[in-house]
Protein backbone atom coordinates (compact mmCIF):
# COMPACT_ATOMS: atom_id res chain seq x y z
CA UNK A 1 0.00 0.00 0.00
CA UNK A 2 1.15 3.72 -0.85
CA UNK A 3 2.71 5.35 1.69
CA UNK A 4 1.72 8.84 2.44
CA UNK A 5 3.91 11.83 2.66
CA UNK A 6 2.12 14.35 5.03
CA UNK A 7 2.93 18.28 5.16
CA UNK A 8 5.49 18.06 8.61
CA UNK A 9 5.38 20.41 11.59
CA UNK A 10 9.34 22.15 10.94
CA UNK A 11 8.70 24.16 14.07
CA UNK A 12 6.94 23.71 17.54
CA UNK A 13 4.65 26.78 16.25
CA UNK A 14 4.14 25.73 12.52
CA UNK A 15 0.49 24.90 12.06
CA UNK A 16 0.40 25.50 8.05
CA UNK A 17 2.90 26.02 4.85
CA UNK A 18 3.33 26.98 1.55
CA UNK A 19 5.06 24.48 -0.79
CA UNK A 20 7.76 26.73 -1.80
CA UNK A 21 9.43 24.27 -4.63
CA UNK A 22 9.59 20.56 -5.32
CA UNK A 23 13.00 18.73 -5.29
CA UNK A 24 11.82 15.39 -7.19
CA UNK A 25 9.01 14.63 -9.75
CA UNK A 26 6.78 11.87 -10.53
CA UNK A 27 8.60 8.51 -10.93
CA UNK A 28 11.69 9.47 -8.64
CA UNK A 29 13.51 7.05 -6.78
CA UNK A 30 14.29 8.24 -3.23
CA UNK A 31 16.05 6.91 0.05
CA UNK A 32 15.79 8.15 3.65
CA UNK A 33 17.50 11.13 3.75
CA UNK A 34 17.12 12.38 -0.04
CA UNK A 35 15.72 16.09 -0.08
CA UNK A 36 11.86 16.18 -1.22
CA UNK A 37 11.14 19.95 -1.07
CA UNK A 38 11.09 23.45 0.24
CA UNK A 39 8.71 24.72 2.67
CA UNK A 40 8.00 27.97 3.82
CA UNK A 41 7.30 28.28 7.33
CA UNK A 42 6.25 31.08 8.85
CA UNK A 43 9.66 32.41 9.42
CA UNK A 44 12.06 30.68 7.25
CA UNK A 45 12.47 28.58 4.09
CA UNK A 46 13.17 24.67 5.30
CA UNK A 47 14.38 21.69 3.23
CA UNK A 48 12.01 18.26 3.91
CA UNK A 49 13.23 15.09 3.40
CA UNK A 50 12.62 11.49 2.79
CA UNK A 51 12.13 9.13 5.84
CA UNK A 52 11.59 6.08 3.63
CA UNK A 53 12.92 4.72 0.35
CA UNK A 54 10.59 3.59 -2.81
CA UNK A 55 9.36 5.90 -5.75
CA UNK A 56 7.35 8.67 -5.82
CA UNK A 57 4.21 8.10 -7.09
CA UNK A 58 2.24 11.27 -7.42
CA UNK A 59 2.44 14.86 -5.82
CA UNK A 60 -0.75 15.40 -4.46
CA UNK A 61 0.22 19.37 -3.89
CA UNK A 62 1.64 21.33 -6.49
CA UNK A 63 4.78 23.74 -6.18
CA UNK A 64 3.92 27.15 -4.60
CA UNK A 65 0.60 26.03 -3.22
CA UNK A 66 -0.20 27.84 -0.39
CA UNK A 67 -1.61 27.59 3.61
CA UNK A 68 -1.15 23.96 3.56
CA UNK A 69 -2.50 22.80 6.60
CA UNK A 70 0.01 20.23 8.80
CA UNK A 71 -0.61 16.91 8.41
CA UNK A 72 -2.38 17.30 4.51
CA UNK A 73 -1.44 14.50 2.19
CA UNK A 74 1.64 16.22 0.02
CA UNK A 75 2.63 12.82 -1.96
CA UNK A 76 2.58 9.41 -1.91
CA UNK A 77 5.34 7.19 -2.69
CA UNK A 78 5.42 3.51 -2.95
CA UNK A 79 8.17 1.22 -1.59
CA UNK A 80 10.26 -1.28 -3.16
CA UNK A 81 8.72 -4.08 -1.77
CA UNK A 82 5.48 -3.17 -1.48
CA UNK A 83 4.63 -2.83 -5.31
CA UNK A 84 5.26 -6.63 -5.93
CA UNK A 85 3.11 -8.10 -3.08
CA UNK A 86 0.43 -5.58 -1.42
CA UNK A 87 -2.32 -6.35 -4.54
CA UNK A 88 -2.73 -10.16 -3.73
CA UNK A 89 -4.25 -9.96 0.20
CA UNK A 90 -6.47 -7.35 -1.45
CA UNK A 91 -8.85 -10.07 -2.97
CA UNK A 92 -7.96 -12.23 0.04
CA UNK A 93 -9.75 -9.72 2.47
CA UNK A 94 -12.68 -9.11 0.19
CA UNK A 95 -14.69 -12.50 0.65
CA UNK A 96 -14.88 -11.83 4.86
CA UNK A 97 -16.68 -8.67 4.68
CA UNK A 98 -19.98 -10.00 3.62
CA UNK A 99 -21.61 -11.27 7.25
CA UNK A 100 -23.36 -7.82 8.07
CA UNK A 101 -24.31 -8.71 11.92
CA UNK A 102 -20.30 -9.00 12.55
CA UNK A 103 -19.12 -5.86 10.56
CA UNK A 104 -20.02 -3.23 13.34
CA UNK A 105 -18.36 -4.80 15.71
CA UNK A 106 -14.49 -5.52 14.29
CA UNK A 107 -15.22 -1.48 13.30
CA UNK A 108 -14.71 -0.24 16.70
CA UNK A 109 -11.68 -2.35 17.52
CA UNK A 110 -9.86 -1.68 14.88
CA UNK A 111 -8.38 1.67 15.59
CA UNK A 112 -6.72 -0.45 18.45
CA UNK A 113 -5.26 -3.08 17.06
CA UNK A 114 -4.58 -1.45 13.19
CA UNK A 115 -0.94 -0.64 14.04
CA UNK A 116 -0.30 -3.89 14.35
CA UNK A 117 -2.21 -6.07 11.76
CA UNK A 118 -0.89 -5.10 8.88
CA UNK A 119 2.54 -5.66 9.80
CA UNK A 120 2.44 -9.32 8.79
CA UNK A 121 1.03 -10.17 5.56
CA UNK A 122 0.94 -13.76 4.83
CA UNK A 123 4.36 -14.90 5.65
CA UNK A 124 6.02 -11.29 4.28
CA UNK A 125 6.88 -8.87 7.28
CA UNK A 126 6.16 -5.09 5.74
CA UNK A 127 8.98 -3.61 6.91
CA UNK A 128 10.92 -0.24 5.40
CA UNK A 129 13.96 -1.18 4.18
CA UNK A 130 16.20 0.98 6.07
CA UNK A 131 14.53 -1.25 9.10
CA UNK A 132 15.30 -4.90 7.42
CA UNK A 133 18.69 -3.50 7.05
CA UNK A 134 19.26 -2.28 11.02
CA UNK A 135 16.92 -5.51 12.06
CA UNK A 136 19.15 -8.15 10.31
CA UNK A 137 22.59 -6.06 11.79
CA UNK A 138 21.10 -5.99 14.96
CA UNK A 139 19.45 -9.50 14.98
CA UNK A 140 16.11 -8.21 15.83
CA UNK A 141 12.98 -10.45 14.82
CA UNK A 142 10.97 -8.00 12.98
CA UNK A 143 8.19 -10.59 12.73
CA UNK A 144 7.96 -9.88 16.81
CA UNK A 145 7.61 -5.70 15.95
CA UNK A 146 4.16 -3.73 16.01
CA UNK A 147 5.14 -1.40 13.62
CA UNK A 148 4.27 2.44 14.50
CA UNK A 149 4.67 3.44 10.84
CA UNK A 150 2.24 4.23 7.99
CA UNK A 151 -0.58 1.10 7.45
CA UNK A 152 1.49 -1.00 10.32
CA UNK A 153 4.69 -1.03 8.84
CA UNK A 154 7.91 -1.41 10.69
CA UNK A 155 10.28 1.74 10.72
CA UNK A 156 13.72 2.45 11.93
CA UNK A 157 12.60 3.59 15.16
CA UNK A 158 10.60 0.42 16.19
CA UNK A 159 13.93 -1.41 15.27
CA UNK A 160 15.77 0.39 17.58
CA UNK A 161 12.94 0.30 20.04
CA UNK A 162 13.17 -3.31 19.82
CA UNK A 163 17.20 -3.25 20.80
CA UNK A 164 16.29 -1.39 23.39
CA UNK A 165 13.72 -3.20 25.00
CA UNK A 166 11.19 -0.70 24.66
CA UNK A 167 8.05 -1.77 22.99
CA UNK A 168 7.16 0.24 20.29
CA UNK A 169 3.64 1.81 21.70
CA UNK A 170 3.61 5.25 21.50
CA UNK A 171 2.18 4.97 17.64
CA UNK A 172 -0.86 3.81 19.60
CA UNK A 173 -1.01 6.86 21.73
CA UNK A 174 -0.26 9.52 18.94
CA UNK A 175 -3.33 9.84 17.48
CA UNK A 176 -4.80 11.55 20.69
CA UNK A 177 -3.22 14.76 20.16
CA UNK A 178 -4.87 15.42 16.75
CA UNK A 179 -8.59 15.60 18.25
CA UNK A 180 -7.66 17.93 21.03
CA UNK A 181 -5.96 20.30 18.45
CA UNK A 182 -8.69 20.53 15.73
CA UNK A 183 -11.47 22.06 17.95
CA UNK A 184 -8.83 24.67 18.47
CA UNK A 185 -8.39 25.51 15.12
CA UNK A 186 -11.56 24.92 13.74
CA UNK A 187 -13.03 27.61 16.70
CA UNK A 188 -10.46 30.15 15.27
CA UNK A 189 -11.35 29.42 11.65
CA UNK A 190 -14.98 31.64 11.77
CA UNK A 191 -13.47 33.99 13.92
CA UNK A 192 -10.65 34.78 11.66
CA UNK A 193 -13.17 35.04 8.65
CA UNK A 194 -16.14 37.31 10.85
CA UNK A 195 -12.96 39.50 11.77
CA UNK A 196 -12.05 39.61 7.46
CA UNK A 197 -15.70 40.09 6.78
CA UNK A 198 -16.77 43.11 9.09
CA UNK A 199 -13.56 44.82 8.26
CA UNK A 200 -14.21 44.58 4.66
CA UNK A 201 -17.82 45.86 5.12
CA UNK A 202 -16.36 49.05 6.56
CA UNK A 203 -13.90 49.25 3.71
CA UNK A 204 -14.97 52.42 1.03
CA UNK A 205 -14.12 50.57 -2.29
CA UNK A 206 -13.94 54.04 -3.97
CA UNK A 207 -11.06 54.76 -2.82
CA UNK A 208 -8.19 53.15 -5.58
CA UNK A 209 -6.47 50.34 -3.10
CA UNK A 210 -5.15 46.82 -4.06
CA UNK A 211 -5.22 43.64 -2.37
CA UNK A 212 -2.62 41.48 -1.01
CA UNK A 213 -2.71 38.13 0.34
CA UNK A 214 -1.19 37.83 3.85
CA UNK A 215 2.07 35.91 4.01
CA UNK A 216 2.45 33.27 6.26
CA UNK A 217 4.52 35.56 8.30
CA UNK A 218 2.44 38.30 8.40
CA UNK A 219 -0.11 36.18 10.10
CA UNK A 220 1.74 34.95 12.90
CA UNK A 221 3.09 37.93 13.51
CA UNK A 222 -1.00 39.48 13.97
CA UNK A 223 -2.01 36.12 15.69
CA UNK A 224 1.01 36.42 18.22
CA UNK A 225 0.90 39.74 18.75
CA UNK A 226 -3.05 39.82 19.02
CA UNK A 227 -2.49 37.08 21.68
CA UNK A 228 -0.01 38.97 23.72
CA UNK A 229 -1.87 42.14 24.13
CA UNK A 230 -4.90 40.22 24.96
CA UNK A 231 -3.74 37.67 27.82
CA UNK A 232 -0.73 39.97 28.92
CA UNK A 233 -1.53 42.96 30.87
CA UNK A 234 1.44 45.17 29.74
CA UNK A 235 3.08 47.47 32.30
CA UNK A 236 5.40 50.15 30.96
CA UNK A 237 8.50 51.34 32.47
CA UNK A 238 10.48 54.27 31.28
CA UNK A 239 14.37 55.44 32.04
CA UNK A 240 16.51 57.99 30.47
CA UNK A 241 20.38 57.03 30.10
CA UNK A 242 23.42 58.73 29.81
CA UNK A 243 24.97 57.57 26.63
CA UNK A 244 28.55 59.50 26.55
CA UNK A 245 30.89 56.80 28.68
CA UNK A 246 29.14 53.40 26.74
CA UNK A 247 30.06 55.24 23.28
CA UNK A 248 33.82 56.16 24.21
CA UNK A 249 33.85 52.24 25.48
CA UNK A 250 32.55 51.61 22.28
CA UNK A 251 34.91 53.54 20.04
CA UNK A 252 38.06 52.24 22.17
CA UNK A 253 37.72 48.57 22.16
CA UNK A 254 36.67 48.92 18.30
CA UNK A 255 40.26 49.99 18.07
CA UNK A 256 41.32 46.89 19.40
CA UNK A 257 39.33 44.65 17.65
CA UNK A 258 39.59 46.12 14.24
CA UNK A 259 42.78 43.27 13.70
CA UNK A 260 40.05 40.90 14.04
CA UNK A 261 37.28 42.17 11.87
CA UNK A 262 35.27 42.67 14.32
CA UNK A 263 33.28 45.83 15.19
CA UNK A 264 30.60 46.64 17.91
CA UNK A 265 27.74 48.10 17.27
CA UNK A 266 25.80 50.08 20.63
CA UNK A 267 22.99 47.15 19.93
CA UNK A 268 25.52 44.58 21.05
CA UNK A 269 26.54 46.72 24.12
CA UNK A 270 22.87 46.92 25.12
CA UNK A 271 22.10 43.16 24.40
CA UNK A 272 25.06 42.43 26.86
CA UNK A 273 23.70 44.87 29.16
CA UNK A 274 19.88 43.25 28.91
CA UNK A 275 21.82 40.36 29.71
CA UNK A 276 23.81 40.63 32.97
CA UNK A 277 20.63 42.63 34.37
CA UNK A 278 18.41 39.94 34.05
CA UNK A 279 20.96 37.81 36.13
CA UNK A 280 20.95 40.48 38.35
CA UNK A 281 17.21 41.22 38.94
CA UNK A 282 16.22 37.22 38.47
CA UNK A 283 12.63 38.05 39.15
CA UNK A 284 12.21 39.38 35.55
CA UNK A 285 13.98 36.50 33.52
CA UNK A 286 11.21 34.59 34.01
CA UNK A 287 8.06 33.11 32.00
CA UNK A 288 4.43 32.97 32.38
CA UNK A 289 2.73 29.67 32.00
CA UNK A 290 -1.07 29.77 33.54
CA UNK A 291 -0.62 27.89 37.42
CA UNK A 292 3.14 28.25 36.75
CA UNK A 293 6.15 30.78 36.80
CA UNK A 294 9.19 29.65 34.61
CA UNK A 295 12.06 30.84 35.88
CA UNK A 296 15.32 30.93 33.87
CA UNK A 297 18.73 30.26 35.20
CA UNK A 298 20.49 32.34 31.95
CA UNK A 299 19.46 34.90 29.77
CA UNK A 300 18.56 34.48 26.21
CA UNK A 301 18.19 37.47 23.90
CA UNK A 302 15.72 37.72 21.59
CA UNK A 303 16.57 40.90 19.23
CA UNK A 304 14.05 42.08 17.12
CA UNK A 305 15.09 42.16 13.09
CA UNK A 306 13.28 43.74 10.45
CA UNK A 307 13.67 41.55 7.68
CA UNK A 308 11.39 41.82 3.80
CA UNK A 309 7.78 40.90 4.49
CA UNK A 310 7.72 40.99 8.81
CA UNK A 311 9.82 40.66 11.83
CA UNK A 312 12.21 37.84 13.34
CA UNK A 313 13.77 37.85 16.74
CA UNK A 314 16.76 35.59 16.26
CA UNK A 315 18.56 34.63 19.78
CA UNK A 316 21.97 35.38 21.58
CA UNK A 317 22.14 32.91 23.96
CA UNK A 318 23.96 33.19 27.04
CA UNK A 319 24.09 36.78 26.33
CA UNK A 320 24.75 37.80 30.44
CA UNK A 321 28.29 35.67 30.09
CA UNK A 322 29.71 36.06 26.89
CA UNK A 323 31.90 38.11 25.46
CA UNK A 324 31.31 41.60 23.29
CA UNK A 325 33.05 40.16 20.36
CA UNK A 326 31.32 37.35 20.29
CA UNK A 327 27.91 38.71 20.51
CA UNK A 328 28.79 40.80 17.85
CA UNK A 329 29.85 37.66 15.79
CA UNK A 330 26.83 36.48 16.37
CA UNK A 331 24.38 39.14 15.56
CA UNK A 332 25.74 39.68 12.12
CA UNK A 333 25.72 36.30 11.21
CA UNK A 334 21.85 35.80 12.79
CA UNK A 335 21.05 39.00 11.47
CA UNK A 336 22.63 38.47 7.64
CA UNK A 337 20.74 34.32 7.77
CA UNK A 338 17.58 35.63 8.97
CA UNK A 339 17.37 38.71 5.95
CA UNK A 340 17.94 35.42 3.62
CA UNK A 341 15.34 33.52 5.73
CA UNK A 342 18.31 30.93 6.38
CA UNK A 343 17.63 30.34 10.02
CA UNK A 344 16.48 27.51 11.73
CA UNK A 345 13.37 26.98 14.30
CA UNK A 346 15.94 27.09 17.62
CA UNK A 347 17.87 30.34 16.47
CA UNK A 348 14.61 32.45 16.67
CA UNK A 349 12.03 30.37 18.72
CA UNK A 350 12.65 30.80 22.70
CA UNK A 351 14.94 32.98 24.46
CA UNK A 352 14.37 34.46 27.85
CA UNK A 353 13.74 38.19 26.92
CA UNK A 354 13.60 40.44 24.14
CA UNK A 355 15.39 43.71 22.96
CA UNK A 356 13.71 45.78 19.83
CA UNK A 357 15.85 48.98 18.98
CA UNK A 358 14.40 51.52 16.53
CA UNK A 359 17.08 54.23 17.67
CA UNK A 360 19.10 53.85 14.17
CA UNK A 361 15.17 55.08 12.45
CA UNK A 362 15.36 58.08 15.09
CA UNK A 363 12.60 56.62 17.04
CA UNK A 364 12.98 58.71 20.08
CA UNK A 365 11.00 56.44 22.34
CA UNK A 366 8.27 53.62 21.62
CA UNK A 367 6.74 50.61 24.00
CA UNK A 368 6.80 47.06 22.45
CA UNK A 369 4.46 44.33 22.71
CA UNK A 370 5.66 41.47 24.88
CA UNK A 371 7.16 38.22 22.58
CA UNK A 372 5.14 35.62 24.47
CA UNK A 373 5.75 33.25 26.35
CA UNK A 374 8.53 35.84 27.73
CA UNK A 375 7.58 38.55 29.96
CA UNK A 376 10.15 41.42 29.41
CA UNK A 377 10.92 43.21 26.40
CA UNK A 378 12.95 46.28 26.35
CA UNK A 379 12.41 48.90 23.38
CA UNK A 380 15.93 51.11 22.63
CA UNK A 381 14.62 55.17 21.49
CA UNK A 382 17.54 56.66 19.68
CA UNK A 383 20.68 58.43 21.31
CA UNK A 384 20.59 62.19 21.13
CA UNK A 385 21.69 65.21 22.65
CA UNK A 386 20.07 66.66 25.64
CA UNK A 387 20.56 69.21 28.51
CA UNK A 388 21.77 67.09 31.21
CA UNK A 389 22.58 68.03 35.18
CA UNK A 390 26.72 66.97 34.94
CA UNK A 391 27.92 65.24 37.77
CA UNK A 392 29.17 68.70 39.39
CA UNK A 393 25.69 70.00 39.36
CA UNK A 394 26.05 72.19 36.49
CA UNK A 395 23.53 72.18 33.31
CA UNK A 396 25.50 70.25 29.99
CA UNK A 397 24.63 68.70 27.22
CA UNK A 398 25.10 65.12 27.02
CA UNK A 399 24.00 61.98 24.98
CA UNK A 400 20.86 60.54 26.07
CA UNK A 401 18.29 57.55 25.07
CA UNK A 402 15.22 56.72 26.73
CA UNK A 403 14.82 53.07 27.27
CA UNK A 404 11.01 51.37 27.86
CA UNK A 405 10.31 48.03 29.52
CA UNK A 406 7.48 46.42 28.92
CA UNK A 407 6.49 43.94 31.15
CA UNK A 408 3.86 40.84 32.09
CA UNK A 409 2.34 42.26 35.02
CA UNK A 410 0.97 38.83 35.62
CA UNK A 411 4.69 37.56 36.59
CA UNK A 412 6.43 40.44 37.10
CA UNK A 413 5.62 43.32 39.28
CA UNK A 414 6.19 46.62 39.12
CA UNK A 415 8.86 47.10 41.71
CA UNK A 416 10.74 44.26 40.23
CA UNK A 417 10.26 45.64 36.41
CA UNK A 418 12.28 49.03 38.59
CA UNK A 419 14.57 47.34 39.45
CA UNK A 420 15.36 46.00 36.32
CA UNK A 421 15.58 49.40 34.44
CA UNK A 422 17.46 50.98 37.19
CA UNK A 423 20.00 47.95 36.43
CA UNK A 424 19.86 47.99 32.82
CA UNK A 425 20.91 52.20 33.35
CA UNK A 426 23.24 51.37 35.83
CA UNK A 427 25.19 49.48 33.44
CA UNK A 428 25.14 51.17 30.20
CA UNK A 429 26.28 54.47 32.59
CA UNK A 430 28.77 52.90 33.81
CA UNK A 431 29.79 50.46 31.15
CA UNK A 432 33.03 48.69 32.81
CA UNK A 433 30.77 46.56 34.22
CA UNK A 434 30.13 44.59 30.98
CA UNK A 435 34.33 43.59 30.03
CA UNK A 436 34.59 42.95 33.60
Known amino acids: MPIEIKMPALSPTMEQGKLARWLVKEGDTVASGDLLAEIETDKATMEFEAVDEGTILSLAVPAGADDIKVGTVIATLASEDEGQSAPPPAPAAAPPAPPVAAAPAPVAAAPSVAPTAPTAKGDRVIAS ?35 GGTAPKPAAAAPAPAPVAAPAAAAAAPAAVEMA ?26 RRLAQSMQTAPHIYLTVDIQLDKLLALRAELNDVLAKQGVKLSVNDLLIKALGKALIEVPACNVAFAGNELIRYARADISVAVSIPG ?69 AIGAGEKRPWILPDGALGVASVMSATGSFDHRAVDGADGARLMGAFRELCERPLGLVA
Not at 207 to 222: D, F, N, Q, Y
Request: charged residues 25%; hydrophobic residues 40%.
Open 129 to 163: PLAKRLAAGKGVDLAALAGSGPNGRIVKADVEAAE
Open 310 to 378: GLITPIVSEADSRSLSSIALAMNDLGTRAKEGKLKPDEYQGGTASLSNMGMLGIKQFTAVINPPQATIL
Open 197 to 222: EETRALLDPRIPHSVEKLSGMRKTIA
